[in-house]
Every structure is written in structure tokens, then in C-alpha cells.
């Protein structure tokens, strides 16, 4: 899956667009990602200045992304398609810094879905050493749905 994919999957854009390619997809059940970090990300102005270190909230947002792909439905299907939100972030670990000029390859597997939720785990790795894991839950929506149901 291509960038111009991706962008008619998620409604994410720049600055907060977390995913560049996807390499493996198998739709509901599991996704191979890719996100390349570079010193332009904006988070980098602040964190920090002369150490820049990926924020760890942003890494686990690229996790979500990813894992958003593996259960949305096709952008085709149109605007009553269901649109997985971030609900809960579990057991997040983070085990390595990720920084400029690394390329952050984020695996999202499918644990559970119903009708309404969906649970993920999900693995970031930098040079194939961990740099953080968690479990994610998405509580499916409708497109256009004006509920607040607490998901992000």
C-alpha cells in the first residue's frame, strides 16, 4: 500500500500522519508498517532540541495507525464505513530511542474483534531490536458519527 493509499484509508494528515508505506496487509487480521523518522518530524523542536528522541505517545499514534489500516474498512465502501478510534492503550512498554534517520517498522496483529471493538497487539522495531509494544483497543464508529464515546 502506497502513501496515496494510505491517505484514502485514514483521515490522518501532516503534521500527524504516522505512516509512510505499508509492506504486509492482511485486511482484519495483520499489518506490516513503515514510518521514517526524520529531524523534520515537528515533535523534534521540543523534544529535544539537541537530543532528539521520538516522544513515546508518538510512537504508540503510529502503532494506532497501523493498526487503524488492518481493521478499516476499503475507502471505496463510502461514508458509512467504520472508522476504528483509539480507545485504550495497555501494557505499553517502551525499550529503545528511536531517532532521526531511524525507520521504525511497526507490526499490528489482530487479537479480537466483534462488531464494535477491536484488539490489537502491536511491536515497533528499529533495526530489528523492539523499541516498544502495547496492546491497543479501537472501538469501531460510523463516518460521520457525532457520539462521544471517549475514543480519540
Known sequence: MN?????????????????D?????ERGKRIVAVKNITINEPF???????????????????????GGLAVAADADDG?????????????????KMVRPGDQLIIEV????????????????RVDDELAAESELTFVLTKRGANDSNGAE
Open 3 to 19: 502513501i496515496d493509499q494510505i491517505l484514502k484509508q485514514l483521515p490522518h494528515r501532516y503534521p500527524f500522519l504516522m505512516v
Open 21 to 25: 508505506k505499508v509492506l504486509e496487509l
Open 79 to 95: 461514508n458509512d464505513a467504520a472508522v476504528p478510534l483509539l480507545a485504550a492503550v495497555n501494557k505499553a512498554k517502551f525499550r
Open 109 to 124: 496483529d489482530i487479537l479480537r474483534a466483534s462488531s464494535r471493538l477491536v484488539k490489537a497487539a502491536a511491536q515497533a
Open 44 to 66: 523534534f523542536q521540543g523534544h529535544y532540541p539537541h537530543f532528539p528522541v521520538m516522544p513515546g505517545v508518538m510512537i504508540i499514534e503510529a502503532m494506532a495507525q497501523a
